[in-house]
């Protein structure tokens, strides 16, 4: 069964801080997603990767497929930052998605 | 503007009615997800189609029916056999099945009184 485990579950820091929001998965991926959930409860997708690294404004994402990881960071970070930021994978072979349960991130003027 | 439009944004029901959640894309996207999210737990997969007239059932599929009659929509029904219907309802799309972005709806919160 494939598990998405995301940590830490929950995070607050301060404004300008530099952060960073794991995810480990256990099976072999084609794809690996990063979303933003805000709280209204919508969701943007922010990064879809399969290898490397991909970067977008403030928004960092890398991913090493033999350890099976991926991070997430934020540089100098913003209140507007704050949101539930989810990890989800496409397992190979399968369709769907397999979610993490989401790290809810808070950031303190 | 492209994009997902789900529709109600809020549902109160009672128990034993069926109710229909609403989700329409004009992405012109082959493949359309509903899934449901609860506290604490990640996005669950109800039901996918990856193309019009066919759909198969996700993890969660049972108490919940699903049509794909129109590339743009995939309406989700909750009938009265779902046992724990309350929740927040969410429709994605994507261009193939597990390839590309996923486009998520604004979700739908459905409350069974």
């Known amino acids: 069964k494939n598990e998405v485990e995301q940590s830490p579950q929950n995070l607050t820091a301060q404004e300008g801080e530099f952060i960073t929001i794991n995810c480990s998965y256990s099976?072999?991926?084609?794809?690996l997603h990063w979303l933003q959930q805000h709280p209204g409860g919508g969701i943007v997708s922010l990064f879809m990767?399969?290898?490397g690294k991909k970067k977008h404004g403030r928004l960092i994402a890398t991913i090493n497929i033999q350890e099976k990881h991926s991070s997430l960071h934020i540089t100098a970070s913003h209140p507007r930052d704050s949101a539930v930021y989810i990890c989800?994978?496409?397992?190979?072979?399968?369709?769907?998605?397999?979610f993490g349960k989401g790290t809810h991130l808070i950031i303190q003027p | 503007d492209g994009g997902i439009t789900q529709s109600p944004k809020y549902l109160f029901r009672k128990e034993g009615q069926n109710v229909t959640l609403s989700c329409e894309q004009n992405l012109n996207h082959d493949a359309m997800y509903w899934y449901r999210q609860d506290p604490g737990q990640g996005l669950r997969l109800i039901y996918y189609?990856?193309?019009?007239?066919?759909?198969q059932k996700g993890d969660i599929a049972e108490g919940y029916s699903v049509s794909r009659e129109k590339k743009e929509s995939f309406p989700l029904t909750v009938t009265s056999a779902q046992k724990n219907p309350t929740a927040f309802y969410l429709c994605?799309?994507?261009?193939?099945?597990?390839?590309?972005?996923?486009?998520f709806g604004e979700g739908s919160r459905l409350t069974v009184l």
């Open positions: 099976v072999g991926i084609s794809a």
């Open positions: 990767l399969s290898s």
């Open positions: 994605a799309s994507n261009w193939q099945s597990n390839t590309g972005e996923l486009f």
């Open positions: 189609s990856q193309i019009v007239n066919d759909f």
């Open positions: 989800a994978v496409s397992p190979q072979g399968a369709d769907g998605l397999t």
